[in-house]
């Protein structure tokens, strides 16, 4: 199954933010930044740029898209 | 890495808890159904609930829901809608089946709770299909 591969941990961890704080500033449970982070689980568009907007990166900095990957 | 329980998940399990210690012995004790049970059983799930799910609002400060929480909610549902389809099915099988070959020997006066019971019994199947599907969503995380 495709899957979508982030950088969301090392970016994050490059700005000392912490899961709960990135969780607030774009708006889910701490527990879907988990799940985003362990590609089990692909947010929607809006809350990617979210992501990269926070984190101040692009969106393919911060996103990619594996066509033979597997969760 | 630790991932604590977020809002939902800890209604969800509040909710199969009431679920299963309401209908379990509803179904699985009682011999004698009623329409007083029935409604006794409405009464207390609705009653259990309420106190259960104010207890986590008071308890769980972050009470964010998101997108993630609405997907999950969706494919408990669909769960839930396949569960009670094919209950329905299997059921008006086995009415006609029953009623065609001869074997069906329901008193007149008991037919109106034995259809309000086996329906009930399939309504309440599928809630608990739809929570528990819910819940095992959250732990694979979609």
């Known amino acids: ?14 700005r000392e933010m912490t899961q709960q704080e990135l969780a607030d500033r774009i708006g ?19 809350t990617a740029f979210k992501v990269a907007l926070v984190l101040g990166v692009s969106l393919e ?4 898209y594996d066509p033979h990957g597997k969760r | 890495m630790a991932t604590s329980l977020s809002y939902r998940e800890k209604s969800l399990y509040a909710s199969l808890a009431a679920e299963l210690l309401v209908y379990g012995p509803y179904f699985f004790l009682h011999q004698q159904n009623s329409v007083n049970k029935v409604a006794g059983m409405i009464v207390a799930i609705i009653a259990l609930q309420a106190v259960l ?9 972050n009470r964010v829901t998101d997108e993630r929480d609405h997907l999950i909610e969706l ?11 094919t ?11 029953h009623a065609t070959f001869g074997q069906l020997h329901l008193d007149s006066r008991m037919v109106g709770l034995h259809f309000l019971s086996v ?10 299909v739809k929570t528990a599907a819910q819940i095992i969503a959250y732990r694979r995380t979609l």
């Open chain 1, 1 to 14: 199954m495709p899957v979508i591969r982030n950088q969301i941990r090392e970016l994050r961890a490059m």
């Open chain 1, 28 to 46: 889910v449970t701490r527990q879907t930044v988990i799940a985003i982070e362990q590609d089990k689980y692909s947010p929607s568009l809006e």
């Open chain 1, 61 to 64: 900095q911060c996103f990619q």
């Open chain 2, 53 to 61: 799910q104010l207890i986590i609002a008071i308890i769980t400060r």
């Open chain 2, 75 to 85: 494919r408990g549902y669909r769960a839930g809608y396949l569960t009670i389809a």
């Open chain 2, 87 to 97: 209950l329905m099915v299997v059921g008006l099988g086995m009415l006609w089946f």
């Open chain 2, 119 to 128: 329906f009930f019994g399939m309504l309440v199947v599928a809630d608990i």
